[in-house]
């Protein structure tokens, strides 16, 4: 089963500046890797589809990068709406589809 | 537009079963595969499986094998997942997800508002 890990567990960060969120996956996935946002209270939203594939009405300030192992979301000017908790989801070989633990993003 | 609405939160005693409701609307039904994935209180994201709508074809994670079964039915674009022999553990907010993919399974992309589901005596 692969397992994804994200880095870190929580990031502080000012709005109007950059967020990297990192997601390392245990085996080779290929580009299959998807990003979701989650605020409390709300279902998860799909962000980025196959690495780097911004999803219907995302906006362009957030971007995916990677392949094989090692996957980078960024957003490079954050807005207040922008603070939530970020998940991964690999799905280049299922069952099990797999989630990583999540990457809290907090207002500095 | 896509809509999914999920049944109404449940209260149930360790050793109970449930079904779960998920209704779609906005979307060809038999086309896209339907994830269930559930979330713990304060916790993460955990995939449950998934069933293919046309002909309800079913991949389960293995930890739910054997006690969960998904079900739908295309008369009304319904999907059903049932769970048995509760225990606290499962106490958790359950979401269907509708997959990307036409006639495939890739991942999912539009989500169910969750349906809570509290296991206590």
């Known amino acids: 089963e692969t397992v994804l890990t994200q880095s870190p567990a929580t990031l502080s960060v000012s709005p109007g500046e950059r967020a990297t969120l990192s997601c390392r996956a245990s085996?080779?996935?290929?580009?299959?890797l998807a990003w979701y946002q989650q605020k409390p209270g709300q279902a998860p939203r799909l962000l980025i589809s196959d690495a780097s594939t911004r999803a219907t009405s995302v906006p362009p300030r957030f971007s995916g990068s990677g392949s094989g192992t090692e996957f980078i979301l960024t957003i490079s000017s954050l807005q207040s709406e922008d603070f939530a908790v970020y998940y991964c989801?690999?799905?280049?070989?299922?069952?099990?589809?797999?989630f990583g633990q999540g990457t809290r993003l907090e207002i500095k | 537009q896509v809509q999914l609405v999920q049944s109404g939160a449940e209260v149930k005693e360790p050793g109970a079963s449930l079904t779960l409701v998920c209704k779609a609307s906005g979307y060809t039904f038999n086309h896209y595969y339907i994830h269930w994935v559930r979330q713990a209180p304060g916790q993460g994201l955990e995939w449950m499986g998934l069933?293919?709508?046309?002909?309800?074809?079913?991949s389960y994670a293995q930890r739910f094998q054997g006690r969960v079964t998904m079900t739908a039915d295309t008369s009304t674009s319904t999907m059903y997942m049932e769970m048995r022999r509760l225990t606290s553990e499962d106490t958790a907010i359950y979401f269907c997800a509708k997959d990307q993919e036409f006639s495939s399974s890739s991942h999912p992309d539009f989500w169910g508002q969750g349906t809570l589901v509290t296991v206590s005596s």
């Open positions: 989801l690999h799905y280049n070989s299922w069952p099990p589809y797999s």
């Open positions: 085996e080779y996935v290929s580009t299959k």
């Open positions: 069933i293919n709508p046309s002909g309800g074809g079913t």
